[in-house]
């Protein structure tokens, strides 16, 4: 993948209590990557409307001032457009950072033909940017989970500041209410603040599922829920739902860890890690 869409670096308030830039930035560079891209090819199909999912895999942290390069693709498979994949590397170092893989509706991706001027990949290049913890699919309302217990974590609004020029949402909006809502997520689960600080230890998320929803206007109010769907060792999974005037906005689905900021390497779930399990299920009253 050749084909760089951008060239940026990261900024110290882009990173977070961890010391890394915060998910929300990453997002928001790829945001911008893949607006480029559709911008510099004909790609009139590849829209927010009809986009269903943005898939993002962390693989290394990214610090203040570390350098950001962006190559973007056409993924092929079977000689046919099966989504646009997004590789983020430190250009200083030439390690891979970040992935995402953006899927559409197949009604729009089958107008597109496998152009030679426009760059691409075949699916088997891809392995890095496939999900793990995580399914590729979007999430639809019916399997949305609402039989679980579904803990308020974020409210607020949504401001012009947040929004496109063509009126979208921004991705780094929808994924600023996912991290401003986690640290009331743990606590939820059983992990207070005081716990983590006296350990040294911070909240992490190695992997981030965006599902595109509603549409909404500069001034909606936003509320967010949070499930627990599943606790390993580890690692958990949560699912965060976006809804603004009884609408889904965006569901986001996380695969998140707790991290040794001394060592920078994930430690196993403590014993209060219980409730996560409790509240996982737990049926909805």
């Not at 110290?12 to 510099?40: G, L, P, S």
């Not at 290394?60 to 997004?86: F, N, T, Y």
């Not at 992490?204 to 599943?230: D, H, I, N, W």
Request: contains cysteine; charged residues 20%.
């Amino acid at each position: 993948m050749r084909h760089i869409t951008l060239l940026t670096s990261v900024n110290t308030w882009e990173c977070d209590e961890n010391a890394h830039m915060n998910v929300q930035f990453y997002f928001a560079k790829f945001d911008d990557a893949n607006r480029i891209f559709c911008d510099q090819f004909p790609l009139p199909a590849l829209t927010r409307e009809n986009q269903l999912t943005r898939h993002v895999r962390y693989h290394r942290e990214a610090g203040a001032a570390a350098m950001i390069e962006i190559h973007s693709a056409l993924v092929l498979q079977d000689g046919r457009v099966a989504a646009v994949c997004h590789f983020m590397t430190n250009a200083a170092e030439n390690t891979l950072m970040a992935t995402a893989l953006d899927t559409y509706q197949a009604e729009a991706l089958g107008t597109i033909s496998a152009d030679p001027d426009i760059p691409s990949v075949a699916w088997s290049e891809i392995t890095d940017a496939l999900p793990r913890g995580l399914t590729l699919s979007p999430v639809r309302q019916f399997d949305a989970g609402s039989e679980r217990y579904q803990t308020p974590t974020y409210q607020g609004i949504f401001h012009p500041r947040d929004f496109a020029a063509d009126g979208d949402l921004l991705d780094r909006a929808y994924v600023s209410c996912f991290t401003d809502g986690a640290p009331h997520s743990w606590l939820a689960g059983g992990i207070t603040p005081e716990f983590l600080n006296h350990n040294n230890f911070g909240r992490v998320a190695v992997e981030l599922k965006l599902t595109y929803g509603a549409r909404v206007k500069p001034g909606a109010m936003v509320s967010m829920t949070t499930a627990f769907q599943q606790v390993g060792n580890t690692t958990f999974t949560v699912r965060h739902t976006l809804t603004s005037n009884g609408e889904v906005v965006g569901y986001g689905d996380l695969v998140s860890l707790m991290m040794d900021l001394n060592l920078r390497k994930a430690v196993a779930l403590p014993a209060e890690a219980e409730r996560m399990k409790q509240l996982a299920v737990i049926p909805k009253s």
